[in-house]
């Protein structure tokens, strides 16, 4: 058991764990590390604490916090980084270069300025490097990364709202197929289990295991099936394995429907015979009325007419 911390070298970066020693720390302190490449300076991002190590595993230490001299050299790399990827993405323009440049990356110690670019294939930079060369002086690295690296690098948001597992806490980039997808019975939509790089998530990969190494499907259930009117089986399966539920249909009981719908007959309407007569039915009552004392009007009307005449 022993004291640890998480740091990052950059701000998108990932955190990577140190032994602060005896120095006491606190969130966004800056430190300078020891690293495998020589000394670095990173930002801490994770409180002090008690964690069990691997047998043989050893951390790098935390030299010191960073002084005003190393927060002016931090901050002086920082420009550094800024103007030169400015310049090369205007090269990478002028010279019509089929790249995309990510990032760029300065050492601490200003001997080495590197650029990480995507490329569909092999790219000819040699003209390229000599034009930044001859600004800067120094060392240039043109490194080529994949779209998961560069995802990464950049950082972001994943569908589940969370920051990039990538760019966060997973060190490196393990295998994912489709059928750890189908093991864990997901929907098997391209939008759904990709990532923002394109590729399958890398999430798929590491709960595997959490949903049972794809023994027991997650998420998968089955209908409810009825045997002889006694019993129903519900089985559904769950991270710990499948569940059963039994439930004896005699006691809980649900009454079947099967209600009638009752309607009125239609009337039936039956046809005449050819050439047969057919009269048409007789008014009501009260209408017969109203027809008899129209036409009575009617009537006087034309008596007044022929006594005017």
């Known amino acids: 058991m022993m004291k640890i911390i998480g740091v990052k070298f950059r701000e998108k970066g990932k955190i990577y764990h140190f032994d602060p020693a005896d120095l006491e720390l606190r969130l966004g302190d800056e430190v300078v590390v020891e690293t495998e490449r020589g000394i670095g300076y990173a930002r801490v991002y994770t409180i002090p604490i008690i ?5 043989g595993k050893q951390l ?3 030299l010191k916090k960073a ?12 420009e550094k980084e800024e103007e030169a990827f400015r310049f090369c993405l205007e090269k990478i323009k002028e ?10 990356e300065c050492l601490q110690d200003g001997s080495k300025v590197i650029f990480y670019f995507t490329a569909d294939g092999r790219i000819d930079f040699r003209e390229l490097v000599k034009d930044i060369a001859s600004k800067y002086k120094t060392r240039i690295e043109m490194r080529q990364i994949g779209v998961r690296d560069e995802a990464r690098m950049i950082s972001g948001y994943s569908t589940c709202g969370r920051p990039l597992c990538c760019s966060t806490f997973l060190r490196g980039f393990e295998p994912v197929s489709i059928k750890m997808a189908k093991n864990q019975s997901m929907t098997l939509n391209p939008a759904k289990i990709s990532g923002v790089c394109g590729r399958l998530m890398c999430c798929i990969g590491f709960e595997m295991e959490d949903k049972g190494s794809g ?25 710990a394995g499948p569940l059963e539920e039994l439930k004896d249909t005699e006691a809980d009981a649900l009454p079947a429907v099967d209600e009638e719908i009752k309607t009125a007959p239609p009337k039936k309407i039956s046809a005449a015979p050819e ?6 039915e007789a008014p009501p009552p009260q209408q017969q009325q109203k027809q008899e004392s129209q036409e009575e009007k009617r009537k006087r009307r034309r008596r007044r007419r022929k006594h005017r005449h």
């Not at 050439?275 to 048409?280: C, K």
């Open 51 to 55: 964690h069990q190590i691997p047998t």
């Open 60 to 62: 790098k230490k935390v």
């Open 67 to 78: 002084s005003e001299e190393d927060l002016a050299v931090i901050q002086r790399n920082k």
């Open 95 to 104: 010279k019509d270069l089929q790249m995309k440049l990510v990032d760029v």
């Open 215 to 239: 023994r027991h499907p997650c998420a998968r259930k089955e209908k409810i099936t009825a045997e002889a009117e006694t019993e129903a089986v519900l089985q559904e399966e769950g991270l």
């Open 275 to 280: 050439g047969a007569v057919t009269r048409p």
